[in-house]
């Protein structure tokens, strides 16, 4: 027994030095490989620097104003929107963009809809126009707070706090239309899409809305790195992070519908307030994969950049 604790060290020890030597090997493969070292790099850089940003704090903060912020979004939308378009359309469409799963936040936002377009927008009031306000500034807390988050993983200072609820406000508004203009013309082009036979649909989904919807959510988000910095970005230095989060989300998305698909709810585990708990727990990891793509973006290094490409083309074509 007295023997223990010295072959326990000994074979401590042993593991410690197969460690060292396989890093030693691992770093000696990388350095004819200057590429692949400067990806792994930018993992071990993206690592440490969500580390001490505390990335995933930041996108817990972000993500609880978010989801509060959901209500007054589709408030707002159906306010602005129900003064030019039919407000049961608009309804119906916004409904369409939601999960109907029982207990879920979309399923609340289902009856929210339908309280909002049972009574009527009219004309612009006064009434009309404060409630607006204070939908927006609902909206814009949950702006703020994910522009701010986008600051910090670009390891950038915090802005004065006028400019940042100002760009928040903003930001809020541009949200509020887009969710209105992606709902209409997602109902429109599910109208077309209801008279299509299915080898068409199947067609049309695989080779235009799939691609469609990557570019939309990828321009999204790189517009959201663009304004988060608020200064003049390349588009090339904004477009890992915001590949690299596209990709990702979707990934999560396909993951959690395989989830609830084979596994049915998770009341089992978080009971009557499953789905509010799961509802947070997505924004949550949606947020946070945003964010790591602003670090990435900021962290990506120069040997990997597309950008330099361009000077050795232009450089070719003034050479010929």
Do not use: C
């Not at 209801?194 to 067609?203: E, F, Q």
């Amino acid at each position: 027994m007295a023997r223990l604790p010295a072959a326990i060290a000994a074979k401590s020890q042993r593991a410690v030095t197969h460690a060292h030597d396989a890093y030693g090997r691992f770093e000696g493969w990388l350095e004819p490989r200057p590429r692949t070292a400067a990806f792994v790099q930018l993992v071990r850089n993206v690592i440490k620097s969500q580390g001490e940003t505390r990335a995933s704090l930041a996108a817990a903060g972000a993500a609880f104003w978010l989801v509060i912020a959901i209500f007054p979004t589709i408030t707002a939308v159906i306010t602005i929107f129900g003064l030019v378009v039919d407000q049961q359309d608009l309804a119906n469409a916004l409904d369409d963009l939601g999960s109907q799963r029982q207990g879920s936040i979309g399923a609340a936002i289902s009856r929210q809809i339908a309280a909002l377009s049972a009574s009527p927008t009219g004309s612009l009031s006064l009434g009309l126009i404060v409630s607006l306000a204070f939908s927006l500034w609902a909206v814009s807390n949950g702006t703020y707070n994910l522009l701010r988050a986008i600051r910090l993983s670009y390891g950038l200072g915090p802005q004065t706090y006028v400019t940042a609820r100002y760009r928040g406000v903003v930001a809020g508004l541009a949200t509020v239309f887009a969710i209105g203009v992606i709902a209409l013309a997602s109902s429109e082009i599910g109208a077309i899409d209801a008279n299509l036979p299915g080898w068409a649909k199947a067609l049309v989904a695989v080779f235009i809305y799939v691609p469609l919807t990557l570019l939309v959510v990828g321009g999204f988000i790189a517009l959201l790195y663009r304004y988060g910095v608020s200064r003049r970005t390349g588009i090339f230095a904004l477009l890992p992070g915001a590949v690299s989060a596209t990709i990702a989300l979707v990934l999560l998305v396909t993951l959690l519908s395989w989830v609830f698909a084979q596994f049915g709810n998770d009341s089992a585990v978080y009971g009557v307030a499953a789905g509010a708990v799961s509802g947070l727990i997505g924004v949550y990891t949606a947020i946070y994969i945003v964010v790591l793509g602003a670090i990435i973006n900021a962290q990506w290094p120069s040997e990997l950049r597309v950008a330099n490409l361009w000077p050795r083309r232009k450089n070719r074509k003034s050479s010929g």
